[in-house]
Every structure is written in structure tokens, then in C-alpha cells.
């Protein structure tokens, strides 16, 4: 299981909660159990994103293993020049 913490503005679309565990392995995986597990997540999973893998921010995609991983937060994407 893979703990993710939500920033504030996606926590009233899963159930109020800062924090939920997903089963993932990859974080495609946990996009996904996301939306499977709270389907009001999609719309802002799907403008984007950021994830913060115990302190970095993820750049290399959605393959990118969660294996031995402590902290997840979703964040949101900022946009701009």
C-alpha cells in the first residue's frame, strides 16, 4: 500500500481526507487506484499534476517505481513562464 497526502484543494473530492492508501507499484498505478478509489479526483488528475516522492519532485514519468518509497504527495501543477 502506498500512502498518498492530498493538497487541500482535492481532499472534499475523497471524502475530506488529507491522506489515503492506494495499492500501486508504479505511479501510474497510483493515478489510477486514485480515480478508481475516489472518481472525483479524475478531472484535476487529468490537467496534471505533480507527485513529491520523499522530497523530490517525480520526473521520470509514469513508470516510475513506488518500491521502498516513505512519502508521496500529490501536488498541484503549477503553470507559467
Request: glycine share 12%; aromatic share 4%; with cysteine.
Amino acid at each position: 500500500m502506498v500512502e498518498v497526502n492530498l493538497w487541500s484543494g482535492l481532499r472534499p473530492l475523497a471524502d475530506g481526507k488529507d491522506c489515503v492508501e492506494v495499492e500501486a507499484t508504479t505511479v501510474r498505478d497510483m493515478l489510477s487506484a486514485l480515480v478508481d478509489a475516489y472518481p472525483g479526483l479524475k478531472p484535476a488528475i487529468d490537467a496534471g499534476v505533480s507527485i513529491a516522492m520523499d522530497g523530490r519532485i517525480v520526473t521520470g514519468g509514469l513508470n516510475e517505481t513506488l518500491d521502498g518509497v516513505q512519502e508521496v504527495y500529490l501536488l498541484q501543477r503549477l503553470k507559467g513562464g
